[in-house]
């Protein structure tokens, strides 16, 4: 069962850009949501992340975007940079545990 | 920067053959986790510590997977007998005890992993 579901499976964006990446969520006891990023050969490492108390988090030019009532939260990527090619998982957790459910991926290639 | 170590970087083995891989945590993080990535898919939680003790292992094959943190510091997971359906990057993580941490967030830190190939 896929807990957290990620779009779009892959993303080209200019340099400059906004780099857009949606995650969707079943569990209502999820209270805990990192989003990591993953350069190849790499391990995940973690990007920013979010609790439900708040709408928005933003630390340089990532934001979350986190809709409680929908089920959903975004990362935002503005003024995106060729250095910032690589993988994006969601993820989340929460329910009493700390078990981390992951997203399934969004390559994302930043083009000159 | 503190990191968590993972042995050995790449892996090939034949089919039916015996694999270990080893994770050394960030040091005084008592929580201890093993996934498993799939080419082009998230990780995948096989096994949690805490400590010595395992939280959850529901996840894990056990008929061929088994895995062990004997002092509650460094931690091996092994494969016998590898699978060609085991191909894939296994990934360590630790974290401090459940609770704490940035502002008590569960901040997990990954190791590089260890990409296993079996033919």
């Known amino acids: 069962q896929q807990q957290v579901k990620q779009s779009p499976q892959s993303l080209i964006v200019q340099k400059g850009g906004i780099s857009i990446i949606n995650c969707a969520y079943e569990n209502t006891a999820f209270d805990y949501f990192p989003w990591y990023q993953q350069f190849p050969g790499k391990g995940p490492a973690l990007l920013i992340a979010i609790r439900p108390d708040v709408s928005e988090k933003k630390e340089g030019r990532f934001t979350i975007s986190f809709n409680k009532s929908a089920k959903q939260f975004s990362l935002h990527i503005m003024d995106s940079q060729p250095g910032d090619s690589a993988t994006y998982f969601c993820a989340a957790s929460g329910g009493g545990g700390n078990k981390l459910t992951f997203g399934t991926g969004t390559q994302l290639k930043v083009e000159l | 920067e503190a990191e968590v170590a993972q042995s050995p970087r790449y892996k090939i083995t034949e089919k039916s053959q015996a694999v270990a891989f080893w994770c050394d945590p960030i040091?005084?993080?008592?929580?201890l986790y093993w996934y498993r990535q799939i080419l082009g898919q998230g990780p995948e939680l096989l096994v949690q510590f805490q400590d010595e003790s395992v939280v959850d292992d529901s996840q894990l094959p056990k008929d061929r997977f088994s895995a062990e943190r004997l002092k509650g510091v460094d931690s091996t997971l092994k494969i016998q007998p590898a699978e060609l359906g085991d191909s894939a990057m296994y990934l360590c993580?630790?974290?401090?005890?459940?609770?704490?941490?940035?502002?008590?967030?569960?901040?997990?830190?990954f190791g590089a992993g260890s990409r296993l190939t079996v033919l």
């Open positions: 993580a630790s974290c401090p005890t459940p609770g704490q941490g940035l502002s008590g967030a569960n901040v997990l830190t």
């Open positions: 040091s005084g993080h008592a929580t």
